[in-house]
């Protein structure tokens, strides 16, 4: 596995049939409605731990929608969608997108646990934000390699209200 295709593609590779409910947390009791609609997002690499693994750039369409506090993520371009679950956090501003997920595989005595936490400030038709995402593997519960990357991401609405 040379490369791994990461930033917030990473919640749209779960296949529709897979699809999970995660936690979040984000600005409002509903999600900020300019997040909804089409964007075209761009994930370029800001820092990481293994430049081998990972990718320097990426470039998506994604489709962000929802309602109360689901948060629909679909990838448009393979077709994978993912539901969030969103929990308020008051103390934020309301263009605010902020989450976590947390996904553990066990192959094994080998635990893989992926961590991500992306974190997006929108103004307008344009978001800026930051992804972090943490591979640790684990042999016979002891962590034997971690792996860290942050990605800067930018999306530009291609369609859908301001909000």
């Known amino acids: 596995m040379r490369k791994i ?9 779960i296949n529709c049939a897979q ?21 075209h997002v761009t ?25 109360g506090n689901t948060l629909i993520l679909e990838n448009v371009h393979t077709g994978a969608s993912s539901s969030i679950q969103v929990e308020s956090q008051k103390n934020l501003d ?15 005595n080998m635990k893989i646990v992926q ?10 038709n344009i978001f800026v934000g930051y992804d972090t995402y943490i591979i640790e593997k684990y042999l016979n519960n ?6 860290v990357v942050k990605y800067k991401v930018v999306g530009q609405k291609i369609s859908g209200d301001l909000g």
């Open 115 to 124: 961590k991500e936490s992306p974190e997006f400030k929108l103004n307008g």
């Open 5 to 13: 295709l990461i930033a917030l593609i990473l919640l749209f590779t």
């Open 142 to 147: 002891k962590l034997i390699q971690k792996d």
């Open 94 to 108: 309301g263009k605010t997108l902020k989450f976590q997920r947390v996904k553990s595989n066990t192959r094994g």
């Open 19 to 39: 699809a999970e409910v995660l936690r979040a947390s984000v600005s409002k009791d509903e999600i900020p409605k300019g997040f909804f609609g089409t964007w």
């Open 43 to 67: 994930s370029k690499l800001s820092e990481t731990n293994n430049p081998e693994l990972f990718n320097t750039i990426s470039v998506d369409i994604w489709t962000l929608g929802g309602y």
